[in-house]
């Protein structure tokens, strides 16, 4: 506390007018002793002494208040210089006069008082008891040497006690001070720190806010509604000038208040936004406008809907799961007859064929609805892709077709559940099997592990030499229910990328030069670890 600026500031104007308060007591006590008025008033035993320590008080008093200042002098050296200059002159002053001690001793009372605030508790209760020996040496010196003196033993006693009851006092008063300030100055820091993190979420809110006055002139905006209102430039704060739909509303609805205001575009080209409208007070002189992307509400309805159509969609699987199977049995049971012409043996393999297609079908819509929980473990990505390309293989003959797994560079151990990346996996080599090749030739496709660059992250990627995806179907590809197949669910990819971000991790697609499709797993670094 000692160490705050603000408080040395405090202490610093502090002393300067207790400076200035010296030289009113310096020129006092000049008046008296180089004026008649003084003899008038006072009867002077020693003019000489009193004269002398006059016009050192007052050459004294002038330099303190000069610097006084200045902040290369120590504030309580300073104060402490102060009231040994006010211990001599005004002790001088009270050996030099007659009948005026009360006086000189009520001036102490104030300067052991304005000390006791900078000095630290024994200073100031040291010069409280320098005080009241001045005065006792005084009153005893006059009992010896003069017998005119009127000076009182109960008087120098009250004063004594005075002193250092006001020491007492002015030290109980300094504490308080201190630690209200102390307090005071941490709420400050509280609330700058609150206002600052208040405003932090507000510039970093997605949903626009803005600040009106009752004339309609913008007086606060977030980064979100100065971007919904096309990033206009930060002198424009009229709102009729930048939205003037917006303003519009905001009028019809301070008229009313009970219509709810309706979707608008802000700017040629950008979403639409819904506002809403609120006063903080009955006043009229603020107005608060939210700003609400209404893609934000779509993409929501869109959930909703895929979660229910998920679980609708998972019950009729279900209950299709078995005639299905029922269906597949029986064409197998009729394949065994030895007596069936060879053109019913056709149909019995198309037959085979829809029911295996649709049991494709089946199991993602029932992968779409499950939700299983992640299982984690350490995965080294290389020997994973190898054994993967391995297991495809002969699980699913590819005649000419050519998939490998080249070595990485590096080993890449990765946390991650294997049975969901031998999904992904799965999804994404078929997919390129299917689709990424050019027509006539046999496709390539290769599961290669590499680091990215510059960061610590592994990536595991599914790359064919096929013709490529459009860039407007790219867009797309990962909605659910899009296919540009007439075989094809559209949830095989939406699956891949719902399970890689259960993992923590980012599939995306990129166009590779020359032709091609690369479909990339990146992994976060913090789970990822080249060895």
Request: charged share 20%; glycine share 6%; aromatic share 8%.
């Amino acid at each position: 506390m000692a160490n705050n600026p603000e408080h040395i500031s405090a202490q610093r104007r502090e002393l300067y007018f207790f400076a200035l308060f010296r030289v009113l007591e310096a020129g006092i006590l000049g008046l008296v002793a180089f004026s008649p008025i003084g003899l008038q008033l006072i009867e002077i035993d020693r003019p000489a002494l009193l004269k002398s320590a006059a016009a050192f008080y007052l050459a004294a008093s002038a330099v303190l208040l000069i610097t006084s200042r200045h902040p290369s002098f120590r504030l309580r050296r300073q104060t402490a210089a102060g009231l040994v200059v006010d211990l001599l002159a005004l002790g001088a002053a009270l050996f030099a006069l007659n009948g005026g001690e009360s006086g000189i001793a009520m001036f102490m009372v104030f300067n052991i008082g304005a000390g006791a605030l900078i000095l630290t508790p024994a200073a100031s209760f040291g010069f409280a008891l320098l005080a009241a020996l001045v005065l006792f040496g005084e009153y005893f010196y006059n009992r010896i040497f003069n017998d005119s003196s009127t000076t009182r033993v109960a008087e120098t006693m009250m004063f004594s006690i005075t002193y250092l009851g006001t020491a007492l006092l002015c030290q109980q008063l300094r504490k308080q001070l201190s630690e209200s300030e102390a307090l005071a100055e941490k709420r400050g820091e509280e609330l700058a720190n609150l206002a600052e993190l208040n405003e932090l979420v507000i510039r970093r809110m997605r949903t626009g806010v803005l600040v009106v006055d009752g004339g309609h002139r913008i007086t606060l905006a977030n980064e979100a509604a100065w971007t919904l209102m096309g990033a206009p430039s930060p002198e424009r704060r009229e709102l009729a000038d930048l939205a003037p739909a917006l303003h519009d509303s905001l009028w019809q609805w301070r008229r009313g208040r009970a219509e709810a205001p309706k979707a608008m575009l802000l700017q040629e080209g950008g979403p639409e936004v819904l506002p809403r409208f609120v006063a903080p007070s009955q006043t009229d002189r603020l107005y608060l406008i939210f700003l609400e992307d209404s893609r934000v509400y779509s993409s929501r309805a869109e959930e909703l809907t895929l979660v229910s159509l998920g679980r609708l969609s998972a019950s009729i699987a279900h209950e299709v799961r078995n005639p299905l199977a029922a269906i597949s049995y029986a064409a197998q049971l009729l394949d065994e007859s030895e007596a069936l012409p060879e053109a019913d043996r056709r149909l019995l393999e198309i037959i085979h064929s829809q029911c295996q297609r649709m049991n494709g079908i089946v199991q993602n819509i029932l992968g779409l609805a499950r939700q299983e929980r992640t299982m984690t473990e350490p995965v080294e990505l290389g020997e994973f892709a190898r054994r993967f390309v391995d297991d495809y293989r002969q699980s699913h003959p590819l005649e000419t077709d050519i998939l490998k797994a080249p070595p990485p560079e590096r080993t890449m151990v990765t946390m991650v559940d294997p049975q969901h990346l031998h999904q992904v996996l799965t999804i994404l080599v078929h997919n390129a099997l299917t689709y990424g090749r050019e027509p006539g030739r046999p496709a390539q496709v290769t599961v290669s592990v590499r680091r990215e660059a510059d960061k610590p992250g592994a990536l595991l990627e599914v790359i064919d030499r096929g013709p490529g995806i459009p860039p407007a179907v790219a867009q797309r590809i990962f909605a659910p229910f899009y296919t540009t197949s007439e075989h094809g669910t559209g949830l095989g990819l939406y699956i891949a990328k719902q399970l890689c971000e259960a993992n923590l991790s980012v599939l995306s697609f990129e166009s590779v030069p020359g032709g091609g499709s690369c479909f990339r797993i990146s992994l976060p670094p913090e789970q990822s670890l080249a060895v």
